[in-house]
Nanobody, 111 residues
């Protein structure tokens, strides 16, 4: 099994930045793709960004040019710049084929 531990959420004003981290442990050889999803109140969980072991990335249109996903071995990061109130959500780390999810970290962007 894979365990994912997130950190870095918080409250920020619009236009500000935050950096999320997700550290994977356990049977980590099962992980190729890792990434981030988010869920806002009353909405479905949606893809934010993915990165595979070859550093190939995929972003939601809503965050392109503002968010950057990166990976260092078994830790994945999400640098979020130019944050908007509509980015407010619980952000979940995704462990790909392992089927694991992090516990979620709250990101709140005030206007």
């Amino acid at each position: 099994q894979v365990q994912l531990v997130e950190s870095g959420g918080g409250l920020v004003q619009a236009g500000g930045s935050l950096r999320l981290s997700c550290a994977a442990s356990g049977i980590i050889y099962t992980i190729n793709t890792m990434g981030w999803y988010r869920q806002a109140p009353g909405k479905q969980r949606e893809l934010v960004a993915l990165i595979n072991s070859a550093a190939r990335t995929n972003y939601a249109d809503s965050v392109k040019g503002r968010f950057t996903i990166s990976r260092d071995k078994n830790t994945v990061y999400l640098q979020m710049n130019s944050l908007k109130p509509e980015d407010t959500a619980v952000y979940y780390c995704y462990g790909g084929a392992s089927g694991s999810w992090g516990q979620g970290t709250q990101v709140t962007v005030s206007s």
